[in-house]
C-alpha cells in the first residue's frame, strides 16, 4: 500500500468536515454534477489516454464513499480499495489506482472522543456534497425530532387530565417536556399509570393522580 502521506508532501493532512459516525446510509441518491464532472481534468485525460472505463471505476468509488463512515471519504487500504471498486485481484486494482482516485487525498477522520484515523477524502465537489446533505439530513432529523415531541406532549397533557393532575402542572411546558424527553429515553408507553409514576420520578409530583377510569371502577 502507497505512503497515504506522499499525496501531502509529508505535511499533516486536513481535516474531514464529517466526523465518524456522520454517515449517509439511509440515502440511495447524491447530487451528481454533470458539467463540473465531464469538464474535469479526470474525465479529459482517460478519454485522451483510452481509459475511459477508469470513469466507469471512479463513479463506483463516488457512489461507495456516500455510504461510508463518515459519507465521502474512502479507506486507504488497497484491498478495501479493490473490493469497493468491483475488482477480481489486488493487481487489477493497483494497475489503475492512480488513475480512479484522481482528486482523492489522505484526510483526518476525528471520532467523539477526539481520536483520529486517515482516510481518503476528495476536497471539492465530494466534499461540497455531503456536507450540504448532510446538513439537510441534520434538519430533517431535528423537524422530525420536534414533531415526536410535540406529539408526545400532546399525549402526555391528556394523560394528566385522565389522571386528574393539577391544571398548573398540565400547562407547564417545562415539566412536559421534561415527562416528554423522559419517555423518549425509556420503552415505556404513554399511558396514565406511566404518566403518573414519571410526575414522581421526574417532577417530584406528589398531588393525586389516580387515573379517572381507574376512580369510576371503585
Known amino acids: 500500500m502507497p505512503d497515504v502521506l506522499e499525496k501531502c508532501g509529508g505535511a499533516e493532512p486536513d481535516v474531514w468536515p464529517l466526523r465518524r459516525g456522520e454517515t449517509l446510509s439511509s440515502h440511495d441518491w447524491f447530487p451528481f454534477y454533470g458539467h463540473r464532472f465531464l469538464s474535469s481534468r479526470f474525465v479529459r485525460k482517460a478519454v485522451m489516454t483510452d481509459a475511459r472505463a477508469d470513469i466507469g471505476t471512479a ?56 481520536e483520529t484515523e486517515t482516510r481518503l477524502g476528495h476536497p471539492g465537489m465530494i466534499e461540497e456534497i455531503v456536507q450540504d446533505m448532510y446538513k439537510r439530513k441534520r434538519g430533517r432529523d431535528a423537524a422530525r425530532t420536534a414533531g415526536r415531541l410535540s406529539l408526545n406532549k400532546h399525549k402526555i397533557r391528556k394523560k ?59
Open 160 to 218: 394528566m387530565v385522565e389522571n386528574g393532575a393539577k391544571d398548573h402542572v398540565i400547562k407547564d411546558d417545562r415539566a412536559v417536556t421534561a415527562l416528554a424527553e423522559h419517555f423518549a429515553h425509556s420503552e415505556l408507553y404513554i399511558t396514565p399509570q406511566n404518566v403518573a409514576a414519571a410526575m414522581v420520578e421526574v417532577l417530584g409530583y406528589t398531588g393525586t393522580v389516580t387515573p379517572i377510569s381507574a376512580g369510576r371502577m371503585r
Open 59 to 114: 463513479i463506483i468509488l463516488w457512489a461507495g464513499a456516500m455510504n461510508e463512515d463518515p459519507a465521502g471519504t474512502l479507506p486507504v487500504d488497497d484491498i478495501e480499495l479493490a473490493e469497493m471498486a468491483k475488482f477480481r485481484s489486488i493487481e487489477e486494482w493497483q494497475a489503475v489506482r492512480e488513475s480512479v482516485l484522481h482528486g482523492w487525498v489522505p484526510v483526518l477522520v476525528e471520532d467523539r472522543n477526539g
